[in-house]
């Protein structure tokens, strides 16, 4: 006999329900084997990268097979803004998505209606060929998709600082996420994630993001810079990443024992 399938917990309800801030990493290598590590790592969540990475559709699709297991939350970033391209990280099974270089509450809106399905949104009708449904297995998939889905958008810009609340006022926008590097280099100061300045325009994001009710987080590699946001009332951050972590050790082997 069949049996009813049901999906996981979006990413916007872990963070809601959360009592602290959520914590994770990136994949950026591609491998599964290191998806799977994060996975059973203790960390809070996971973030897929589709846009500074080689990681395509059925790479992503795998990642989210090789985390499905453990109690980690992945979250996919997809390359750009398109709702083609949405459709299709969808349709794999991404629940939780991240849209980068949104700069405008326009962007923000396209975004939210490229998740959706007509008549609210654009999202093209192919769940049944779809592992999102689980090719059908789960049960009422069309009708409470909007459930399963949580959306967050990337503030990394200088434009899009100065939007901040209208980006997050946006219906259907659950939660923003500030990226400090391409910010600092949107400042002129590339390469400069700590400068004084690009803080101060990452606090003033969480200012407005949580005046209008949302949840916000941002990466910090820096952890002493990521206890400060933390302590400034992020929601959730990225403190590391699998091809950063593994330089880090193996240059560290190399420092230590290569003569």
Known sequence: MPFR???PQTFARDVQAAERPLVGMWVCS??????????????????????????????????????????ITP??????????????????GTQNLLVPMIDSAEEARQAVAAVRYPTRGVRGVGSALARASRWGAVEGYLSAAEETISLTVQIESEAAVSQAAEIAAVDGVDAVFVGPSDLAASMDLLGEQTHPDVTAAVLSVFEKVRAAGKKVGVNAFNHEQARKYLDAGASFVLVGADVQLLTQASRGLAEKFVP
């Open 5 to 7: 399938v049901e999906l």
């Open 30 to 71: 591609g491998s599964p084997v290191a998806a799977e590590i994060a996975g059973c790592s203790g960390l809070d969540w996971v973030l897929i990268d589709g846009e500074h990475s080689p990681i395509g559709l059925e790479s992503t699709a795998s990642l989210l097979r090789a985390v499905a297991p453990y109690p």
């Open 75 to 92: 979250m996919v970033r997809v390359p750009v803004l398109d709702d083609a391209t949405i459709k299709q990280f969808l349709d794999l």
